[in-house]
């Protein structure tokens, strides 16, 4: 009984490891030594860095030219895998990492509390009703993840070109038009087609510069479930699926609303891929990085949806801070020594709040409800006119 328990734990802490593109703050001036934080693990922290012939592609889209990001470009720092670059002329920018597959091999028991933690529901449900709860698995997993950031005032359309990754994100509008309070509608690809309901997850943290808005005009969700702010990791509630990465994990019920999308409280991902490293009973994505177990498995706030038949979904940017989005594909395959194949994704963006109005406090010089100042100032002349006429005709 204890060594399941011992099992099951290592399976909790060691299944997943989602992988971020992650910046301190998301607008910086052009010309600027900048950086950005690949994390192998949870948003909040990284587990492992990133070998450089994992990566299949490393680029930077700017001003409607891209750019490969050169192994001397990237350095280390502890478990985080660090780009360095210098920021090119004012525009929308992205940033995108695309790796390697790798499979890893499950036993059958293993493998269903792997779908449980990581909340890869669907597959779950699939498995019961086909009977098929008692086979291993051995999944194929790779990962494609992306950041948008703002170099100087200028916007461009750089946001809204597809990468060409397996699996990727592309909002629907610029996130830098946009403010605390709107809503950011963002198209999730399969193999250039529209996904049609995948789960999707959606958080943020705040800024290490900026400040986050409780009152009602900036917040507009507490009312979605997310897992540990998106991520589940090693050390705060991670399933380590490879040497990268981390994938959070649900469980609850999803609300389908009117719009196609649907508010869900499972874990992080159904329909979801798992990365898991080749060769061990946890759930490691990825062999050739280790993680460490240290935090429980935990879940926190954040928005759980589905992408309609459009492939959408529509995330309410309900604070400031750095957003980011999640999801794990993870289907059956016909391929040769393999019998499931899945896609992680990611996707990262800061969003701020307008300065038209401050805090939306609105600047007028009218009392709510009473006499507006310039009514005022005239009924005051005309009585000082009035009194200075009556006072030269005495005279």
């Known amino acids: 009984m204890k060594i399941k328990l011992i099992v099951l734990l290592c399976l909790v802490l060691l ?20 950086t950005i934080h690949l994390y192998n693990g949870t948003f909040e922290r990284s587990e492992n860095v990133i070998d450089r012939d994992r990566m299949l592609d490393a680029s930077l889209l700017g001003n409607g030219k891209r750019f490969k990001i050169t192994d001397d470009q990237w350095t280390e720092k502890d ?18 990492v695309s790796t390697k597959a790798r499979s890893i091999e499950l036993g059958a028991e293993d493998f269903n509390n792997y ?11 699939w498995r019961r009703e086909n009977n098929v709860m008692d086979q291993d698995a051995v999944e194929k997993y790779s990962k494609h993840v992306k950041a948008i950031f703002q170099v100087g005032d200028k916007r461009t359309y750089d946001w809204s070109t597809s990468l060409g990754y397996p699996i990727e994100f592309i909002p629907l509008k610029n996130p830098y038009d946009l403010h605390t309070g709107d809503t950011l509608a963002v198209k999730l690809l399969r193999d250039g087609k529209p996904l049609v309901n995948q789960l999707v997850y959606a958080d943020h943290v705040a800024a290490k510069h900026g400040h986050s808005h409780t009152n009602k005009e900036h917040s507009h969700a507490s009312e979605d479930h997310s897992h540990d702010t ?15 990465e981390t994938t959070d994990s649900a469980h ?5 609303h009117e719009d196609g999308t649907v508010h869900s409280h499972e874990p992080a991902s159904t329909n979801d891929d798992h990365h898991h490293d080749a060769s061990t009973k946890n759930h490691s994505h990825e062999s050739s990085e280790e993680a460490t177990v240290s935090e429980s498995h935990t879940h926190a706030t954040g928005q759980e949806l589905r992408t309609n038949n459009e492939g959408i979904v529509n995330v309410r940017l309900s604070e400031d801070g ?31 709040h307008s300065h038209d109005t401050e805090d939306g406090v609105d600047h007028t010089h ?4 009473g006499i507006p100042s310039y009514v005022f100032w005239l009924v005051s002349l005309l009585i000082v006119g009035g009194l200075f006429l009556w006072f030269n005709k005495k005279k």
Do not use: P
């Open 15 to 34: 299944c997943s490891h989602d992988m971020y593109l992650k910046m301190e703050g998301y607008f910086i001036e052009s010309n600027e030594e900048a």
């Open 322 to 352: 750095i957003w980011y989005l999640r999801t794990i594909h993870l289907v059956t395959t016909d391929e040769a020594d393999l019998t499931h194949e899945s896609n992680w994704a990611t996707l990262t963006f800061e969003i701020t």
């Open 366 to 369: 009218e009392e709510d409800g």
């Open 252 to 256: 609850g019920h999803n609300h389908e």
């Open 79 to 96: 478990s985080i895998t660090i780009l360095n670059f210098v920021s090119g002329e004012s525009g929308t920018w992205v940033a995108g």
């Open 230 to 244: 998106s991520e589940h990791s090693h050390q705060e509630t991670d399933h380590s699926h490879g040497d990268e």
């Open 115 to 125: 779908l449980e933690h990581d909340g890869v529901t669907d597959m779950l449900e």
